[in-house]
C-alpha cells in the first residue's frame, strides 16, 4: 500500500462502477480520504466503506445543488477531484434519430455534471493554492465515431474545457488534465444495455463479435482494465506530476492511429 496520498481528500464522481470504483479503490489505497459520489452504491464501493476511508455520498449530479452537496461532504479540504460520470449510448439508428433531448442528456453527462462539480470543488483548492482536477474523457474526443456522435461531441468539450481552465488556474496551484481512455473493461462496454449489446443487436451478431472487433482495432489486442486507468488517474493527482497540466493523457492500446 502507498502513501504518497497520506493527508490528502480527493473526490470522486461516479464511484460506484467501473473506472470510478477503480479510482476510488487507488486514491484510498494512497493513502487518501476518498468522497465517493454516485446515484447508487454497489458491492465493490461497499467493500472499501467498511475499510473506513471512503464516505459515499449518494447523488445524482444532473440534479440542482448536487454538486455543491457532494463537495460538502469534503468538510472544506478538497486536494483531488476526479470526474468520472459518463454515458456512450450507441446510436444505431443514426445522427437523425437523435433528439434535443438525447442530445440534452448527453451533454449534461458528460461535459455540464464535471462544470458544476469543478465549479463547486475549485474554490476550496484556491483558497488552500493547490489542487489537482483529474478528468476521465474519451479518445472518442480526438477521435469521432457516429456511432456516439453525441458522445464525442460532449467529450471534445469536456477536454477544451479542461485544457482552458488549466491556463486560468494554473498560475494558482492548480493542475487541471484528462484521461482518454480507449475500449475499457467496464458495463459501459459490456453490461447488458451497454455498446456491444446495441450495437449486437442492431447489426445482427453477437455482443462477444462486438467486442473482438473493438479489441482487435488496438494494437495490443485488448480492451484496457479499469485499474489501468485508475493508475494514470492516481498519477496526475499526486506529486510525481507537479508540473503536468493542460494534459491529456490517452491509454487505448494503441486505439488510436499512429502511423
Known amino acids: 500500500m502507498s502513501t504518497e496520498l497520506q ?3 480527493a473526490v470522486v464522481t461516479g464511484a460506484s462502477k467501473g473506472i470510478g470504483l477503480a479510482v476510488t479503490e487507488a486514491l ?5 480520504t476518498v468522497v465517493a459520489g454516485s446515484r447508487t452504491t454497489s458491492p465493490g464501493l461497499d467493500a472499501l466503506i467498511k475499510h473506513g476511508t471512503v464516505t459515499w455520498v449518494p447523488v445524482d449530479l444532473t440534479e440542482p445543488g448536487a454538486a ?6 469534503a468538510d472544506g479540504r478538497i486536494d483531488v477531484l476526479v470526474n468520472n460520470v459518463g454515458s456512450a449510448p450507441a446510436r444505431t439508428g443514426g445522427f437523425l434519430s437523435i433528439t434535443d433531448e438525447d442530445w440534452a442528456r448527453t451533454v449534461d453527462l458528460n461535459l455540464l455534471t464535471a462544470v458544476r462539480v469543478t465549479r463547486a470543488a475549485l474554490p476550496v483548492m484556491l483558497e488552500a493554492g493547490r489542487g489537482s482536477v483529474v478528468t476521465i474523457a474519451s479518445v472518442n474526443a480526438t477521435l469521432p465515431d457516429p456511432l456516439v456522435i453525441d458522445y464525442s461531441a460532449g467529450k471534445a468539450a ?5 485544457k482552458a481552465l488549466s491556463k486560468e488556474v494554473g498560475p494558482k496551484g492548480i493542475r487541471v488534465n484528462t484521461v482518454s481512455p480507449g475500449p475499457v473493461e467496464t458495463e459501459l462496454w459490456l453490461g447488458g444495455d451497454g455498446v456491444a449489446a446495441t450495437v449486437s443487436a442492431a447489426a445482427g451478431i453477437t455482443p462477444d463479435e462486438v467486442v473482438a472487433g473493438a479489441a482487435g482495432a488496438t ?3 485488448r480492451f484496457s482494465q479499469p485499474q489501468e486507468v485508475a493508475e494514470l488517474a492516481l ?10 497540466t493542460g494534459s491529456d493523457l490517452v491509454i487505448d492500446g494503441g486505439f488510436i492511429p499512429t502511423w
Open 158 to 162: 469536456l477536454v477544451a474545457f479542461s
Open 219 to 221: 494494437v495490443t489486442g
Open 235 to 244: 498519477f496526475l493527482a499526486g506529486d510525481r506530476a507537479r508540473n503536468i
Open 28 to 32: 484510498a489505497g494512497a493513502g487518501a
Open 7 to 9: 493527508g490528502r481528500t
Open 68 to 73: 455543491e452537496q457532494l463537495v460538502q461532504a
